[in-house]
């Protein structure tokens, strides 16, 4: 069935199940209906939804838009599946719980063990397991999958179907193969672009215009199963990974219900060429390390593809100051500064190609973000600042 986007990124049509989308941080709303908690994400992201909300008046906040590019999906009635759900983190809670409001039932829910996190470094459960346990659903958090008695007890669960979403263990050819329906995943790209652990963050970095999310069958690979829906989803200058992480999230749950109802129905869309193929490694800290010498829009794709976490950063004596938000900006006589210069005390900072990067949300080692304006209140960074930044690759 298709649908159309309209202004603003609001889908319009028929179909009463496709989710009305607003502009992250996977990364990125403060209070979302279907969140777990106040927040999806830690105090930064708090501020950066204070952020949007003080420039929503004026317009400037980014909008997008999805286009329905799905297989062939016919509107036929639905059957109630036995479903064994796979998921740890909040981009999985949220298919989760649209599951759990669906006809479909829930056997069980299969999840990373619970972690030391926080200060206290006590152990925390995941969001998935939270979930279940206040649902009622039996809870599962092995190690491992490889092992018969492992495998043995997800046989026992008699589901038809597994659906996974960012588990975090890969699955045996015997856990693939031991349902009827097999194993179901969420990847939130157009494959087989940004296979791997993080395609939000690398479509952002990278610049790509459009990115979306398939609903794929799993097999022994990485991320190279039959595709059975697909939706683009464009991706409008300043969106964050925060931004896009929801989004994509919410549709992706809904697709997921959608591909559960009519499987049968669904013809796997064609491949798309090897060549195509990219791969989306786990971020990690260093990634966040703000290169000056790289051209204004790098540097800010950079920015909002880490924002709000780990977030991208520079040094300057000793201390590390995350740049959350940001805008490319023309200022005279820039060309002429040595690229991570300070130019004027809204701290518009000058980049290999002579123009500057001006950060609007800014987060000081050890204390909360917030606009550049406030910041700047306090924290005086004076012109002709030479600011700490790394070359890389």
């Known amino acids: 069935m298709s649908s159309m986007v309209g202004r603003g990124g609001r889908l319009q049509g028929k179909r009463s199940k496709m989710p009305v989308l607003s502009s992250l941080l996977n990364m990125p709303r403060v209070s979302h209906s279907r969140s777990l908690g106040s927040s999806r994400y830690p105090p930064c992201r708090r501020m950066f939804n204070v952020w949007r909300a003080s420039v929503s008046s004026s317009g400037s906040t980014p909008s997008s838009g999805t286009e329905d590019k799905t297989s062939q999906i016919s509107s036929e009635s639905s059957n109630s599946r036995r479903v064994i759900f796979m998921g740890t ?64 007890e997800f046989s026992a669960l008699e589901a038809d179907v597994a659906a996974v979403a960012a588990y975090g263990l890969l699955l045996p050819k015997p856990i693939l193969e031991d349902k009827l329906m097999g194993c179901i995943n969420i990847h939130p790209s157009l494959l087989p672009r940004w296979r791997g652990a993080a395609p939000i963050p690398w479509a952002i970095i990278d610049g790509d215009e459009q990115t979306g999310v398939c609903i794929m069958q799993l097999d022994e690979g990485m991320d190279t199963g039959p595709v059975l829906a697909r939706r683009v989803y464009d991706l409008e200058p300043g969106t964050t990974a925060g931004e896009l992480h929801d989004s994509l999230a919410d549709v992706g749950a809904k697709m997921l219900v959608d591909v559960l109802d009519q499987y049968e129905t669904i013809t796997p869309m064609t491949q798309e060429p090897e060549s195509e193929a990219t791969h989306a490694r786990k971020i990690v800290r260093e990634d966040g390390r703000l290169d000056f010498s790289k051209p204004a829009v790098e540097v800010l794709n950079r920015i909002h593809g880490l924002s709000p976490i780990p977030g991208a950063y520079f040094e300057l004596d000793g201390v590390t100051y995350k740049v959350l938000k940001a805008t490319v900006d023309s200022v005279a006589g820039a060309h002429e500064k040595d690229a991570g210069t300070v130019v004027d005390e809204n701290l518009t ?24 304006k406030d910041f700047l209140c306090g924290n005086k960074i004076q012109p002709g600042t030479q600011l700490k930044w790394m070359i890389t690759s």
């Open 349 to 372: 900072i000058v980049c290999g190609d002579g123009k500057c990067i001006r950060p609007e949300l800014i987060q000081k080692q050890g204390k909360r973000a917030m606009t550049a």
């Open 89 to 152: 983190p909040e981009f999985a809670a949220v298919a989760l719980r649209e599951l759990l409001d669906s006809h479909h039932e829930v056997v069980a829910v299969y999840s990373q063990p619970p972690r030391p996190a926080g200060r206290g470094r006590k152990l925390r459960k995941s969001p998935c397991q939270i979930l279940a346990e206040e649902r009622g659903i039996p809870v599962y958090t092995p190690k491992s999958l490889r092992k018969p008695d492992a495998q043995a």
